[in-house]
């Protein structure tokens, strides 16, 4: 099995590639996003994620696990994270999928987090 680093950086890498048998397997640390709502720093995670993706020849079908971390959690908020991923997967192209709500995330500006695991054959 072949493992390799993407951007570490302060102790932590953006991605971790295992590859074994022509199959990739990428653990994607937390990514935040830009914005001054939850919308704004999702879409921006989104895109984060698909470059992410893009960079080992992959795209948003290959995710297979997200999770997803949202600061003072209201219900309302499940339907903006709801509408955005619809604009990215289908019933039959869609991640298993966890959403909590959090008290806080590293910096107080951080309004959404969201880790994933993708695999490309």
Known sequence: MNKRIIQPTNGYA???VLEQGGTKTLHISGQIGEGDDLE???RDILDKL???LQSEGGDYSDLVKINTY???YQPEDL???RNLRKEIFTDEITPASTLVGVTALA???WLIEI???AVID
Do not use: E, G, N
């Open 14 to 16: 953006q991605m971790i």
């Open 79 to 81: 339907d903006t994270f």
């Open 50 to 52: 698909r470059v992410l």
């Open 40 to 42: 704004a720093q999702m």
């Open 115 to 117: 880790d994933a695991v």
């Open 107 to 109: 910096l107080p500006q």
């Open 70 to 72: 949202i600061v003072d």
